[in-house]
């Protein structure tokens, strides 16, 4: 089966240089790019090979990149705020799409990806940029399980075997990612964080996917996203899946993006076995 090519490039957002790669279809398409948002540890290279399956699957564009601080863009010292969810999608997101020429995207997030994908529909609800969102394992308030996530990597990556894995990604930025998830999230100054009111103002269809063995949230999430929207909504618990369900049953995850991208389904919750 032929695929469609791909190319990488750097692009200049406010605060430094950001590593992108683009996945195209075989046939040239109008429907809207896929955006990928990566979670507080990824990068581009750590989405493997889902992006190039979900353009050949969707028949679209995928846009993956690396945010600042991140595999191949550029380094960042301080560490983030506590707005840092809300900055991406105010500042850099929407350099990205205007650089790339993308008027209208789906973005897809994993972790706080989603939560960055949620925000960026809210944000810019009124320009209409975003003509769906895929919230995948996304975190959309703080719950002990979370935090008990956390603090269990956070020891995880203590060990220098485990903490090579992420450097493999990062290299000397690796200390400063790890540091900006597990210092951030486990300050008790942002227990009180969430995507309330970013939620309800979110008017496109949304499709919120997590796993019911997910590490760091309950499938509590997932309803609470889907529930809180003023738009289509429709929530999938993957049964047996933990918190990477793209890598862990990635051909179902692309049947259920699929799907609900035709067919844009209504407020509803649904449980798939893998």
Not at 218 to 244: E, K, R, Y
């Amino acid at each position: 089966m032929r695929r469609g090519k791909t190319e990488e490039k750097y692009v200049d957002v406010p605060g430094g240089s950001i590593y992108v790669r683009v996945w195209h279809p075989v046939e040239p398409s109008l429907s809207p790019p896929i955006v990928l948002l990566h979670d507080s540890l990824g990068c581009v290279a750590l989405w493997r090979e889902f992006p190039a399956q979900l353009s050949l699957s969707l028949g679209r564009t995928v846009v993956a990149y690396d945010r600042l601080g991140f595999g191949r863009s550029s380094e960042r010292l301080e560490r983030p705020s506590r707005r840092f969810i809300d900055e991406e999608a105010e500042i850099v997101f929407p350099s990205l799409c205007a650089s790339l020429g993308l008027e209208a995207v789906v973005p897809f997030g994993h972790s706080v990806g989603g939560g960055m994908a949620i925000a960026v529909a809210a944000i810019h609800s009124r320009a209409k940029l975003c003509s769906s969102l895929i919230a995948e394992s996304a975190q959309p308030f703080i719950e002990e399980q979370t935090i008990s996530g956390i603090e269990a990597a956070k020891q995880y990556l203590r060990n220098p075997i485990n903490m090579e894995k992420l450097t493999k990604y990062h290299g000397n930025k690796a200390r400063w990612v790890l540091a900006a998830w597990t210092e951030t999230w486990l300050d008790p100054e942002f227990r009180g964080w969430n995507l309330v009111c970013h939620l309800k103002e979110v008017q496109c269809p949304v499709l919120a996917i997590h796993g019911d063995n997910d590490e760091y949230g309950s499938v509590a999430f997932p309803n609470f996203i889907a529930g809180s929207v003023s738009g289509h909504s429709l929530a999938v618990i993957m049964d047996g899946v933990a918190h990477v369900p793209h890598h862990e049953d990635p051909r179902k995850v692309m049947e259920i993006v699929k799907s609900f991208l035709t067919k844009g389904d209504e407020h509803n919750v649904v449980t798939v076995s893998s």
